[in-house]
């Protein structure tokens, strides 16, 4: 059974950083392109950060620019997303997802999904 499941996520100052997992089972993520999406309170979800099979290639969004970064341990059939620098406005659910193609960064693209994991940015 294809199976993702996140984990890292918790409360934060602003200005600090949090690391999310990714983990797969039943499946060798060698073979997708993993993206990291989010979901605030009353809006849509939205891509943050989705990098190819290889990893040679990555797409972000605007918001998250210098600030987070993704990456994958194929060996470990996990990928990371390191967000540093937070800000409240970060708070939300963060998502990963798998695709067989390495297209957009938004969720329509992406076919698997994970359950979540709850990142909060409050003073």
């Known amino acids: 059974q294809l199976q993702l499941v996140e984990s890292g996520g918790g409360l934060v100052q602003p200005g600090g950083s949090l690391r999310l997992s990714c983990a797969a089972s039943g499946f060798t993520l060698d073979y997708y392109a993993i993206g990291w999406f989010r979901q605030a309170p009353g809006r849509e979800r939205e891509g943050v950060l989705c990098?190819?099979?290889?990893?040679?290639?990555?797409n972000y969004a605007d918001s998250v620019k210098d600030r987070f970064t993704i990456s994958r341990d194929n060996a470990k059939n996990t990928v990371y997303l390191q967000m540093n620098s937070l800000k409240p406005e970060d708070t939300a659910i963060y998502y990963c997802?798998?695709?067989?193609?390495?297209?957009?960064?938004?969720?329509?693209?992406?076919?698997?999904w994970g359950q979540g994991t709850q990142v909060t940015v409050s003073s």
């Open positions: 997802a798998a695709s067989p193609l390495f297209r957009l960064c938004v969720p329509g693209q992406y076919d698997y």
């Open positions: 990098i190819s099979r290889s990893g040679g290639r990555t």
